[in-house]
Every structure is written in C-alpha cells, then in structure tokens.
C-alpha cells in the first residue's frame, strides 16, 4: 500500500519559515493536501491540490513538490501556529484509499 | 455556518458493537460525499470509510472491512458508522468529513470509542 513519510518534527523560531515534507513514490503523479491540527481540536485543512488555500487560511502557508517530496511550507511562523501537521492523497492504485502520513509536531521555539 | 456533530462512542468490550452517528447541517448534505477518520490516543489520522452522496458507492480501509458499515439517511442529514467485532486496536476518536473531490474538507470534533474489558 502507499505509504507517505513525515518528520516527526520541525523547531523553528518565531518570525522565520517552517517547511514540513512529505515524501511518497511518484507524490508527483497525486494531488498533495495538507491539514493542521491544534490539541483538542478537529484537523482543518489548509493547503488542497497541492498549493491552494481554502477561504480563511493566512497567505504563510503555502504548498509545493519536487520529485518525490510535497512541502508545505509556512512563513513568518507565529505562536499560534504550534501544531500537529498532517498531509494527504488519494491513491486509486488499487481500491480507493485516502492516505495520511504520519503527521510532524511544529514547535515555535 | 457547517456544523458535523458525533455521537454513539463508549466504552465497549472487545467483540461487541457500536453505532456512530454523525449530525450535519448548513450545506446540502445529499451533495455531498462523507468519510470517517479516526485518531488513536497520542497517534495519527486513519482513514477508515467513505460514503458516496447518494449512498450507492462504500469504501474501507482494509484494517475495517468486514467489521464496520458505513451508511447514511439523507433525509435525516445523518452519516452512521457501524462498528463491529471491536479489537483493542478500534479504540480511538472518530472524526466524520465532509470529502470535496478527494480531500476532507471540513470536521466533526469526534466521538471516543473505547475498547477494553
């Protein structure tokens, strides 16, 4: 089965630009999404087909990929962006499947 | 303002069974396709099932095939998750979406279901 591979975490400080992988055979091929989830909380989506933002997520974050590696990639990084982040695809290769990786803790230093 | 509300977790022995219900309101529920994602303690997201809009279409993860049903009342707005022959592993916070195109695209806070004798 299609597996996706995240760092488990990211440090970065205040002010400066967080980027968090996703790696995946052929991510190129398959449309990358990206969730953030805060303790306690539901997961909300932040990026979708790869680099698009939903209504209400702040024009920081931003997605891209590369070869085999998705990014998304988070700039002016504030406090409140502390948080467990989660990316996404739909693998048909076989039957439909929803995939995550296995998420990255952000920590603002 | 969408508003997806769980309900139907407990506590339940291993073997037994549950259903999970999931109340939307504030779109057009018939429109659109529904998943459960469910969230062990302390791990990460599992896709577990998606529903097509009309109900026709199901879809499992193999770790929850054969086990779990999903379904859905359109006319009630409510997406249901059966859960059977519970493991120790099923335990965990079960999350329903809303999936536009093949991402999740809005989130119920989620109901714990727990299995433990």
């Known amino acids: 089965s299609y597996v996706l591979t995240q760092p488990p975490s990211v440090s970065v400080a205040p002010g400066e630009t967080a980027r968090i992988t996703c790696g995946g055979n052929?991510?190129?091929?398959?449309?990358v999404h990206w969730y953030q989830q805060k303790p306690g909380q539901a997961p909300v989506l932040v990026i979708y087909?790869?680099?698009d933002r939903p209504s209400g997520i702040p024009e920081r974050f931003s997605g891209s990929k590369s070869g085999n590696t998705a990014t998304l990639t988070i700039s002016r990084v504030e406090a409140g962006d502390e948080a467990d982040y989660y990316c996404?695809?739909?693998?048909?290769?076989?039957?439909?499947?929803?995939?995550f990786g296995g998420g990255t803790k952000l920590t603002v230093l | 303002e969408v508003q997806l509300v769980e309900s139907g977790g407990g506590l339940v022995q291993p073997g037994g069974s549950l259903r999970l219900s999931c109340a939307a309101s504030?779109?057009?529920?018939?429109?659109?396709?529904m998943s459960w994602v469910r969230q062990a303690p302390g791990k990460g997201l599992e896709w577990v099932s998606t529903?097509?809009?009309?109900?026709?279409?199901?879809y499992y993860a193999d770790s929850v095939k054969g086990r779990f049903t999903i379904s859905r009342d359109n006319s009630k707005n409510t997406l249901y998750l059966q859960v059977s022959s519970l493991r120790a592993e099923d335990t965990a916070l079960y999350h329903c979406?809303?999936?536009?195109?093949?991402?999740?695209?809005?989130w119920g806070q989620g109901t714990l279901v727990t299995v433990s004798s």
């Open positions: 052929n991510i190129g091929s398959k449309s």
């Open positions: 504030g779109f057009t529920f018939s429109s659109y396709a």
């Open positions: 087909y790869d680099g």
């Open positions: 996404q695809v739909w693998d048909n290769s076989s039957e439909h499947n929803w995939i």
């Open positions: 979406a809303t999936v536009v195109s093949n991402w999740f695209d809005m």
């Open positions: 529903i097509s809009g009309s109900g026709v279409k199901t």
